[in-house]
């Protein structure tokens, strides 16, 4: 078990670093190893093997020094962390190119992330089948998302009516967004939003290559 | 200027919070703020003072005690570390669904980020038109991204056929990656290589909902 007071100083690059062992632990779930160090977990994923560790030490000491970690332990721990031990009930708002794109990406329904409502305010997509699911109109946003027990919601919709929308799905008693338009939304206190923003790695890369590029990488 | 050994320094997560920073300061320029003290972008960012002078010591001593940092100054500053001060040609591979998204995504172009060039190995899209740019047979590629100068290729092709694409992206001499399909690649040790996971901010949700709910959220 982990203490309150242990997950409140859990910071945002150690939640998104406790994702990557998770995928890299499924990994090696599945190729069947059934142990694996500080230092394997370290080079995988490009940290010092004293940051794995210093991650690894919120869930208490386990791990047998010049063992390793259980694989399968250590991947349910991080899981149960994550959340990723349940599932949990999504919905979309937008289904323009990226919307699209959202419902069709198996990774999300991987880790347990459904989505089970899809929006829109476009007649001509209101009533169509978005793999297997009907596109609801945004009118009934507030009554959709209460009856069907919606946790999390998904914005894909231009950033000019992001934040009308997101009123919206917040008077619907929403605790969890995660938003892809390009605009910063005021969300009350609350309210956990996240910001997804595709050009920030493309800004990794030209960052490495204005600064680092000297016959060598940096992957991850 | 920021010296070699200093630039070497700048971890990851520093990188992500400059790109935050940036787009912040484009705002505040936007609405004429002549100034910003480390308060004030720590509150917008809900991080500590501290942490973002420490971020932004990076730059040498600038911003003054008492009046905080000039909003231009600083962002023109932020935007040349993270090479945003100039044009990039990009290529992207595979225009699916995420590949089609990425097309009309406007983000990357006001960061600079120009795509130039769009294969697939479908047939039917061979030679169809997204936003101006006729999509190349994949057939093309090395030759394409060195007669072109792509200097970042985007790969959102199925993960099964990641890796195949991914070495001949390599083979054209690119040195800078970013891939949306989610498998991790190989690359040699002179190439950097991104993976954008979409459901990396949702498990922060998750993580959020499962451990920090008590009525009060934290926003990025």
């Excluded at 990774?107 to 699911?133: A, V």
């Excluded at 069907?148 to 008693?173: L, R, S």
Aim: proline letters at 2%; charged letters at 25%; a positive charge.
């Amino acid at each position: 078990m982990i203490s309150e007071s242990s997950k409140r100083r859990i910071s945002e690059s150690t939640i998104h670093r406790l994702s990557l062992y998770y995928r890299l632990l499924s990994v090696l779930e599945k190729e069947s190893k059934e142990t694996v160090s500080s230092k394997e977990l370290a080079e995988r994923e490009k940290l010092t093997p004293a940051q794995v560790r210093k991650d690894l030490s919120f869930f208490g000491s386990f791990g047998t020094r010049g063992l390793g970690y259980p694989v399968s332990e250590l991947k349910r721990r991080i899981g149960e962390i994550l959340g990723l031990d349940r599932q949990w009930s999504v919905a979309l708002i937008g289904v323009g190119n990226i919307g699209s794109a959202l419902v069709g990406y198996k990774e999300f329904q991987r880790q347990g992330f459904n989505i089970k409502l899809i929006f829109d305010n476009d007649q001509r997509k209101i009533g169509s089948n978005h793999k297997g699911i009907v596109v609801a109109d945004i009118k009934n946003l507030e009554k959709e998302l209460r009856e069907n027990k919606i946790e999390i919601v998904v914005i894909a919709v231009p950033a000019t009516v992001a934040q009308y929308i997101v009123d919206d799905v917040v008077k619907a008693g929403i605790k969890a967004i995660l938003n892809f338009a390009p605009v910063n939304l005021k969300v009350p206190e609350d309210v956990f939003l996240r910001n997804e923003n595709m050009s920030m790695e493309l800004e990794y890369l030209s960052f490495a290559l204005v600064n680092l590029f000297n016959g060598r990488g940096t992957n991850r």
